[in-house]
């Protein structure tokens, strides 16, 4: 498990070892900082260790060495396959109520009607609108795709300091995904985002790119966002 864990202003990664359940080494002495506005965006091959890295700095990867600091208050995870409780669709919009470590989500804030309704027009699920209290299975439900787009709802409600989309936008088309990035960093100019994707129409919405390249090998490189 890692060294280090705390809280600060910003995200701050130092000498982050990301190893295999065997001891392969994933990543290796990764250093990086991201200031709130920074969204940075980690691409590699398969196998590389993105998605083990998104888990190492929650502290949901044991293999893993060094130190982490992220911002104080709410952060939210975003997986491919989205997480919906079984409830009510707003109960699913609002999840969740702690975060990843199990401290209250003292960050998360008060939500109304209004929150709820301009939450799913960004996404163009303003059809859901009159079903927010209907108590379903919604992974049954809602298509992969649409479910994905009530994940990025859930950031536009919810407002996390630091969100991370671990290819939370697979399922969408690359014009939806466009459109989608560009609310999110209109909307929350000021959170920290790290996306793990492949798509080269990613590229603009972050100022940073890590490429993971196999066997502890990366690159941190600064871009125009």
Do not use: C
Request: aromatic residues 6%.
């Amino acid at each position: 498990m890692l060294d280090a864990f705390s809280s600060g202003k910003h995200l701050i990664v130092r000498g982050l070892d990301v190893r295999t359940p065997v001891g392969e080494a994933l990543i290796s002495e990764l250093d990086m900082s991201l200031v709130p506005g920074d969204a940075l965006l980690v691409k590699g091959p398969s196998g590389s260790g993105k998605t083990t890295l998104l888990r190492s700095i929650a502290q949901l990867w044991p293999y893993t060495d060094g130190s982490v600091t992220t911002p104080v208050g709410s952060v939210l995870f975003l997986s491919q396959r989205p997480y919906l409780p079984l409830g009510s669709l707003r109960a699913g919009l609002a999840y969740p109520d702690q975060l990843p470590s199990g401290q209250p989500n003292t960050g998360r804030a008060n939500f109304d009607d209004d929150r709820f309704r301009d939450a799913l027009a960004h996404v163009h699920l303003a059809h859901l609108v009159g079903r927010l209290d209907e108590a379903a299975d919604w992974t049954r439900i809602l298509s992969p795709g649409e479910q994905q787009r009530l994940a990025f709802a859930r950031v536009l409600l919810i407002r996390p300091r630091t969100a991370f989309l671990d290819e939370a936008t697979s399922g969408i088309d690359e014009g939806l995904e466009y459109t989608l990035y560009d609310i999110l960093r209109h909307e929350l100019p000021d959170s920290i985002i790290v996306s793990v994707g492949h798509r080269s129409t990613l590229d603009v919405f972050h100022n940073r790119q890590l490429e993971l390249r196999g066997a502890g090998h990366w690159t941190l490189t600064d871009r125009e966002g």
